[in-house]
Antibody, heavy 112, light 108 residues
Framework: QVQLQESGPGLVKPSETLSLICTVS????????WSWIRQPPGKGLEWIGY???????NYNPSLRSRVTISVDSSRIQFSLKLTSVTAADTAVYYC??????WGQGTLVTVSS | ETVLTQSPGTLSLSPGERATLSCRAS???????LAWYQQKAGQAPRLLIF???SRATGIPDRFSGSGSGTDFTLTISRLEPEDFAVYHC?????????FGQGTKVEIK
């Protein structure tokens, strides 16, 4: 059964780049869509974007200018980069495979 | 962008009662590619329903999904104590994918 785990800094300074990695165990990135989703404290879920196993990407238009999702050559990790962050980017960030498998989430706080 | 509007915002019910949650889309969701998730405090969302009406693995049959086009419903036939949580709908048929704002099911 595939499992996902997010990792990365829990604190990022304003204007810097947020970088997270999602590590896949029990499978590899050779099928499905692989997404990033975030949830600001006390708020709803926001889809950030996905990378298809073929390499095609699709991003939320509201974040497109700042987001990059890519797959590592090992095909057991994929990453999220979000540039020029502000306090509004503070959230729990989840990675997911399709709809069914989600990581536990990691809180990223943007603060100086 | 396909906006999903969930109603009601909060549903106050007692264990054993029936819960009916609505998710309305601003445009038709392609392929009825709509999912429902349950989320408890401090946890990741858990998939309940995909494709509008298919139960995910291990989900009890008291959870059912229905609908197509722009109107979708999640029904919990008889609420168990562990069902009190926040429920989210998500459409993945149109680009960009989007989520509703959530419905909280609380104990009355």
């Amino acid at each position: 059964q595939v499992q996902l785990q997010e990792s990365g800094p829990g604190l990022v300074k304003p204007s810097e780049t947020l970088s997270l990695i999602c590590t896949v165990s029990g499978g590899s990135i050779n099928s499905h869509y692989w997404s990033w989703i975030r949830q600001p404290p006390g708020k709803g879920l926001e889809w950030i974007g996905y990378i298809h196993y073929s390499g095609n990407t699709n991003y939320n238009p509201s974040l497109r200018s700042r987001v990059t999702i890519s797959v590592d050559s090992s095909r057991i990790q994929f990453s999220l980069k979000l540039t020029s962050v502000t306090a509004a980017d503070t959230a729990v960030y989840y990675c997911a495979r399709g709809t069914a498998a989600w990581g536990q989430g990691t809180l990223v706080t943007v603060s100086s | 962008e396909t906006v999903l509007t969930q109603s009601p915002g909060t549903l106050s019910l007692s264990p054993g009662e029936r819960a009916t949650l609505s998710c309305r889309a601003s445009q038709s969701v392609s392929g009825s590619n709509l999912a429902w998730y349950q989320q408890k405090a401090g946890q990741a969302p858990r998939l309940l329903i995909f494709g509008a009406s298919s139960r995910a693995t291990g989900i009890p049959d008291r959870f059912s999904g229905s609908g197509s086009g722009t109107d979708f419903t999640l029904t919990i036939s008889r609420l168990e104590p562990e069902d009190f949580a926040v429920y989210h709908c998500q459409q993945y048929g149109n680009s960009p994918w989007t989520f509703g704002q959530g419905t909280k099911v609380e104990i009355k």
